[in-house]
């Protein structure tokens, strides 16, 4: 299992074994939608982000 620093509070975001770019993901601490933007290194970006 991976983790990811979320942008928004940048606690650590646990992310599954079968992550795929495009999954969402809910940061733990501060509940924000995360959407997966890359593997190896990961990225997240917020799901909710436009412009
Ligand atoms: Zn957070």
Wanted: aromatic content about 0%.
């Amino acid at each position: 299992m991976s983790q990811v620093n979320c942008p928004d509070c940048s606690k650590s975001v646990s992310l599954p074994d079968n992550t795929e770019v495009g999954d969402v993901l809910v940061c733990d601490s501060c509940e924000v939608e995360l959407e997966v933007t890359n593997l190896e290194p990961t990225q997240v970006d917020h799901l909710l982000a436009q412009k």
